[in-house]
């Protein structure tokens, strides 16, 4: 009996790998020569639409508002108006103006202008970028995780509210540990008993909006709806990581990056551009880190469930599934890790920021 659910587990994780990395449109499924850089870089980045999975030889999607504005004022529509073309041939008329879509980025058509033209890079030459406000998979997914945070929070609040002598139970009995080892264990050893309080919000909200986002960025049928992955997504949160230590200062904060108290006054000119830099560094490296090691994670299980193409031979098959799940099982425990990274560094500079002079 444990051997079949074993079997039965196995079969399902294979499943949801080989899914992840074989939803490939109609163009890549039927052309000849297989290239592993486009279908990597197609999946990890954002899109106007959810491809769900192909059916009779039909891609089956879950169109999203797209959102522009021209010099003909406010134009919407839906994604699905382009009918996945995504190679800039097919044409879509809204509002007196003409749209195509290249590699996931709308262009509106010059006047008169009835085809695409591109150069030798393949970049269009007879089109420009409208301002794109448009929903797409990874704004659509943000909105499904506030939602999904405060259904979380608002539910293990009722649960306090309900129960005697504030014992947890339901859900709050799953968030209060988490909570607890965010404040013990990130609040207090970084910034201090008596000022980690004001911070707690922000940082059990970076903690649970990163970790959610990570795990959502796993689900096979959300097809690369992968928010952290997203460089705009961890600079916003880098940014205001670096508002709020920059506002949090105080003087000894600022004497030691302008005016490094106990060295000579040479090595103060010389350590006071050093400091500065550090203060932009800080919030980069932030985003980088947090952007990259999830990035990472989805372009290496491509990368091997490519093999498969790539090699042409069902042998390598095996392997190939093999070592993408075992990347897979790994990025399951990089979601909370990252989460826990970005949280206790943001808290790390809040305390820098607000530590009395000794």
Known sequence: MQINIFRFILIGLLFLVSFNGFAFNEEKATDDKFDPKEMILHHVKDAHSFHLWDWKGHPVSLALPIILWTDNGLTTFMSSAFHHDD???????????????????????NPNETTVAFDEEHHPTNAVKPLDFSITRNVFMMWVSVLVLLFIFIGAARSYKKSE????????????????????????????????KKYMPYLLTVFFFIWINNIFGLIPILNGANLSGNIAFTFTLAIFTFIITTFSGNKNYWKHIFWMPGVPVPMKIFLMPIEIIGMFVKPISLMIRLFANITAGHVIILALLSLIFVFKSVYIAPVSVAFSLFITIIEIIVTAIQAYIFTILSALYFGMATEEEH
């Open 165 to 196: 002598n504030n014992i947890p139970r339901g859900i709050a009995g799953f968030i209060e540990p988490l909570v607890v080892f965010v404040r013990d264990e990130i609040g207090i050893p970084m910034i201090g008993e008596h000022k980690y």
């Open 87 to 109: 190679t800039g041939h097919h044409i879509v008329e809204k509002n007196g103006a003409k749209f195509v879509k290249l590699h996931e980025k709308i262009y509106q058509l």
